[in-house]
């Protein structure tokens, strides 16, 4: 292949990393992440530190290391990036990620007030949420900003899931409909969808119909399905339905 293991370049040696982490790998799989930290490590050895190949190449490590419960290490690499570039969206995303890993609130909501955050659909729904769970209302205007940037993502979908969650969350039923509908039909297909269109049901009083999603949204994945049926019985329970949950 192009990506040859004698190449030990450190354009190659990155490339192989990514490759490596966009498999849809099983995060217990351990020996894909050593890889793609051995890969990494060796091409930063290789490099300059204004090189923007580290940046790339702290990002990766940074997520095998999380994934390889070496978390403080993984935190120090995404921070290190973070002081090299902080205006990367990317890096941006991940240091917030790690920091509510840490449930420092306050300090993921810090990061996102950078400036690139206006113009990037995922940072901008990232901070609604964030907002919104702070009780600060304001943060419905970044859920719709959010949304009305999805022409420039590259992957809208996790996007506008995140918005109907956030919407949820503070009954905007609205807004997470909006969302909710605007998804691909590859999205509606998986079990996100119909779980969170469940809960729109749900709060909209709506429990046989509701109830029939979440069993739909179980049926279509099993490493998720008792966590959904956990929701299904909460919601039964709340809506006075408590023979039904059991």
């Given amino acids: 292949g192009l990506l040859h293991e004698s190449d030990r370049s450190p354009e190659v040696l990155v490339l192989r990393a990514i490759a490596l982490a966009d498999r849809p790998l099983e995060s217990s799989q351990a020996e894909p992440w050593q890889e793609v930290d051995r890969l990494t490590t060796e091409a930063m050895a290789a490099v300059d530190e204004s090189d923007p190949l580290i940046v790339q190449a702290l990002v990766l490590r940074s997520a095998a290391r999380i994934r390889l419960k070496r978390t403080e290490e993984g935190n120090a690499d995404i921070e290190h990036a973070r002081l090299l570039d902080s205006g990367n969206p990317e890096v941006i995303r991940h240091a917030v990620e790690a920091r509510l890993r840490a449930r420092d609130k306050s300090g993921a909501l810090q990061l996102l007030w950078s400036p690139v955050v206006e113009k990037d659909p995922m940072l901008r729904a990232l901070r609604g949420g964030l907002r919104l769970s702070m009780d600060d209302a304001e943060g419905s205007i970044d859920l719709k900003a959010a949304l009305a940037l999805i022409p420039n993502a590259s992957d809208p979908d996790p996007i506008r899931m995140i918005v109907a969650e956030a919407a949820l969350n503070k009954d905007d039923f609205e807004l997470a409909e909006q969302a909710l509908d605007s998804l691909t039909t590859e999205a509606k297909a998986s079990w996100n969808e119909p779980y969170l269109r469940g809960h729109l049901l749900f709060a909209r009083g709506e429990v046989e119909a509701g109830t029939k999603l979440f069993?739909?949204?179980?049926?279509?994945?099993?490493?998720?399905a008792s966590f959904v049926l956990v929701h299904l019985a909460?919601?039964?329970?709340?809506?006075?339905?408590?023979?039904?949950?059991?």
């Fill in 234 to 246: 909460e919601q039964l329970l709340r809506s006075g339905h408590p023979a039904e949950s059991v």
């Fill in 215 to 224: 069993r739909e949204a179980a049926s279509r994945t099993t490493k998720r």
